[in-house]
């Protein structure tokens, strides 16, 4: 390890379904009290790698290092430092807002005393006070999203994994989330993904561009866009 | 440990919040009762025949329990979240064993109402009774372990329950086979089947080797699952 990195490292990842490889070697790193951009088209690789820092799945090879442990020698202490925002925001439809996020700060290690302001906390930020007994089976999509969010900050980790933040949200919510995005890089490590260039460049300063499953650019928006828009600069890098 | 409450926890309240969970605790019930009848057409006051059956409906509850276990969670996708908490998967097989545990203890404490029932009509034998509650734990838990595993390798929770109701049913079904065969081949499949290993509990007596016989049952079910919840990854 070089030094005291405390944010995502991913050294020559690959992970491969079968005879299909849907990332090759990939590697970069999210700086701590940086937004990342994790840019592509669908299919890219983009949940895939995500999925392979958050634990769910495991590399066929390479490391991946989160806040400074290694997901394959200490998979408990990678976790512990992250906030995970899957694509598909999930919830049992049973359960209130409030106990969903108390069962979610439980798990992940919050001590009894402070679950209360934690999940207050988390209401909070995620804009969901007036909703917090209603049951989650109730809400509709873009407040199911917000919960999403919501989970993935009650633990307060240095680490936010989020995939897809603002899809399905309608424009008021997304331009909402993106303010709560940019305010959590203020003091966190953030990993977004997205297929928005507007979004990334907006939120972003570095971006990563995946495409087939491989690292086409790395570098800041602005060097990547070399005078040009974000966008002429992806579309030229993806059809290449 | 205390994460696994936590899903324990969560999992036994979600059970009693579903029409899902409630339907199978009445469903469960009521199945007894309706064996309870049957069996005492017989006009005497003995049980054997009513945990007999009750054996084999656990097999049911449990495949229907343990459905929601795990498929239903990759199905609606919390399962993601559940994994890439921090988390250790004996601790999430733990948490799921005991959440399915506390669902079953409620439904085998609604059939206590038909032994009662006998022994104010009667003077049903207190032994077999007392054994054959201890089968059902027995045979529920290993029961329920074993339909976890098969819970966790599939995201479809139909083909958990019925994977899980073949595995059981080829299980009970190797002690009938091996009634027609002879020597080493019979033997080996009686000790297998689960079928032989409850006679005792009918009969009032508590032998080591089917208390072994269920716990070693029940801590293969939770080995494959923690095997199965790591493959996966």
Known sequence: ?240 | MRQALTIAARDLRANFLTAFGLGSTAGFAAAAGVVLVVVLRGNQARLAGWFGTLYVLLGVLAALLTMRSFAEEERLGTLELLLTSPVRPWQVVTGKLLGVAGVLLVDVAATLACPLLVASMGHPDAGPILTGYVGVILVGLAFVAVGLAVSAATSNPLVAAVGSLAVLLALWGAGIVSGGLTGWPRLALEELAPSGHVVGFLRGTLSTKDVVYFVSLLALGLVTNVVVLEERR
Do not use: W
């Open chain 1, 1 to 240: 390890m070089n030094g005291a990195h405390h944010g995502v490292e991913l050294e020559g990842v690959t992970r491969r379904f079968g005879r299909s490889t849907a990332v090759a070697d990939v590697s970069f790193d999210v700086r701590q009290g940086e937004v990342l951009g994790l840019l592509g088209p669908n299919g890219a690789g983009k949940t895939t790698t995500m999925r392979m820092i958050t634990g769910y799945l495991r590399p066929t090879s390479g490391t991946v290092r989160v806040n400074g442990a290694d997901t394959a020698a200490d998979p408990v202490g990678a976790r512990r430092s992250i906030g995970y925002m899957p694509e598909l925001p999930a919830a049992p439809p049973e359960m209130t807002v409030r106990s969903y996020l108390r069962f979610c700060a439980r798990l992940r290690g919050v001590p009894r005393a402070r679950l209360r302001p934690a999940v207050a906390g988390a209401l909070g930020q995620a804009g969901l006070h007036d909703v917090g007994d209603q049951r989650i089976g109730t809400l509709s999509r873009g407040f199911r999203q917000r919960v999403a969010l919501a989970q993935a900050l009650v633990h307060d980790p240095p680490v936010l994994v989020l995939d897809e933040p603002t899809s399905g949200l309608d424009p008021r919510q997304v331009v909402e989330t993106r303010e709560l995005v940019t305010k959590l890089g203020r003091s966190r490590t953030v990993l977004l993904s997205s297929h928005l260039l507007s979004e990334v460049s907006q939120l972003c300063r570095r971006v990563v561009v995946l495409d087939h499953g491989k690292v086409l650019a790395v570098g800041d928006v602005a060097s990547l866009s070399g005078g040009g828009t974000l966008e002429e600069a992806y579309l030229r890098l993806v059809r290449d």
